[in-house]
């Protein structure tokens, strides 16, 4: 059976289903530090870090315009792909071993907090982990 991502829950034991899985949840060794969340100051969803560096809305303007659209998905994306960029996979440099991923998660269940219908780091994990040219 191939490695699928995993949703933690406090409600069912997902630990029970799956006692192998490697959780990859912050504030983990694998966790991403680019947290998604919905603005209080103009109601878009938007990514920021732990330094509080936000990385999609202007938010300036966003309140100016008055528009509150909902792109969870979109934000979603723009953590995972930040997240990417410290194994050297994107826009950022490395920060991160990426022959890490492999030798630890290769062929592993993945945990994380996320919905199962959206982006998450974890899917990304599980990529470069079982792709045939990370072996």
């Known amino acids: 059976m191939s490695p699928q991502r995993v949703q933690m829950s406090r409600q069912?034991?997902?630990?029970?289903?799956?006692?192998?899985?490697?959780?990859?949840?912050?504030?983990s060794k694998w966790g991403n530090p680019?947290?998604?969340?919905?603005?209080?100051?103009?109601g878009y969803w938007d990514v920021h870090d732990e330094n509080g560096v936000t990385y999609l809305i202007n938010?300036?303007?966003?309140?100016?315009?008055?528009?509150?659209?909902?792109n969870k998905r979109e934000a979603a994306e723009k953590a995972v792909d930040l997240f990417a960029g410290l194994y050297g996979f994107g826009s950022l440099v490395p920060e991160r071993d990426p022959w890490s991923i492999t030798e630890e998660l290769r062929g592993r269940d993945l945990a994380c907090w996320c919905?199962?219908?959206?982006p998450?780091?974890?899917?990304?994990?599980m990529q470069i982990a079982n792709s045939e040219v990370s072996a």
């Not at 919905?115 to 959206?118: E, I, P, R, V």
């Open 12 to 27: 069912r034991p997902w630990r029970a289903d799956h006692p192998d899985a490697v959780i990859v949840a912050r504030p």
């Open 34 to 42: 680019f947290t998604v969340y919905r603005c209080q100051c103009c």
């Open 59 to 70: 938010h300036e303007r966003a309140r100016a315009q008055m528009i509150r659209p909902d």
């Open 115 to 118: 919905a199962l219908d959206m």
């Open 120 to 125: 998450c780091h974890a899917d990304w994990l």
